[in-house]
């Protein structure tokens, strides 16, 4: 799909994703809460998540507290690799997977009641056309959530660490800069939507030198390197870890220590 940012047709194409399911890690509660307050009163809802992956999101949700209040789930991706394993760990009656994009999803006129874009936005091409299709899929009074987890880069030695992985990635696409913000000056996003609400939350999770180094290889980027750069990328990334400036340990005989994250979630609702 020409709307489709070629690292990620390439990153994330069949065969890559098995690493990506089981290195990133899974949602925090209070997330999917807050999503959660930022739509009621309404429910049950119809949900349509786009970029969904491998389903980290969908299966976090779907047996979350809230579980209940959610009536459908349409599960958006333009990766036949993520699809195929999205289907292999996401078996839920309410959920139907489908191909498509931001600017593409096969859902019907005011079908949502919420549009959820977990860990994705960041890939987005084309913000007017994207705008515009989650105005035309969003019932009003419909919320768009987009969200990422990140590192907490006030940690030095994660911050160390976010540098490493990002010179690999050679300037793809990333939340960090900024750039999905566009989204907000659109057009067909100031014609059918609030101004963006966004908030956020740090937390801390236990992490070990050899499931962060998997988070990182999981990187679309890195996927594609070749098997020495890789060799380079797990030894520097290793000796940022283990030098650890400001690392705080959970257990140290069995080398645990805290993983601080920094979440985003940025509401717009639809008018």
């Known amino acids: 799909m020409s709307s489709v940012h070629p690292t990620s047709q390439l990153g994330f194409a069949k065969g890559t ?3 990506y399911n089981k290195a990133r890690g899974e949602y925090e509660p209070k997330v999917l809460s807050q999503l959660r307050a930022a739509i009621q009163p309404l429910e049950p809802l119809n949900v349509v998540e786009i970029g969904a992956g491998t389903g980290l999101f969908a299966r976090a949700l779907l047996a979350h507290e ?9 599960a958006v991706d333009p990766s036949e690799g ?50 515009a299709e989650f105005a035309r899929i969003l019932r009003p009074g419909g919320v768009l959530a987009l969200t990422w987890v990140r590192e907490d880069i006030d940690t030095p030695w994660l911050d ?14 990333s939340s960090r800069t900024g750039l999905w913000r566009q989204l907000f000056t659109t057009p067909a996003y100031t014609k059918s ?9 740090t937390y801390r999770s236990p992490d070990t030198i050899d499931g962060l180094v998997s988070a990182g290889l999981s990187s679309s980027r890195i996927v594609v390197l070749t098997d020495a750069e890789k060799e380079v990328f797990i030894e520097d990334a290793k000796a940022i870890i283990q030098r650890g400036e400001g ?17 985003v979630i940025v509401v717009s609702r639809r008018v």
């Open 17 to 19: 994703n098995e690493l």
């Open 66 to 74: 809230e579980r209940k209040s959610v009536r459908n789930f349409r």
């Open 82 to 131: 993520m699809r195929e394993t999205f289907t292999k760990y996401t078996k839920d009656d309410r959920v139907v997977l489908s191909e498509g994009t931001f600017a593409e999803t096969g859902v019907e006129d005011g079908w949502a009641d919420l549009i959820v874009i977990a860990q994705a936005f960041h890939w987005c091409l084309e913000h007017e056309p994207a705008a």
């Open 160 to 173: 160390q660490f976010r540098i490493r992985v990002e010179r690999d990635e050679r300037g793809t696409p």
């Open 193 to 201: 939507f609030a101004p963006p609400e966004e908030g956020g939350f």
């Open 247 to 263: 690392k705080v340990w959970i257990d140290e005989g069995k080398g645990i220590f805290e993983h601080p994250h920094r979440v």
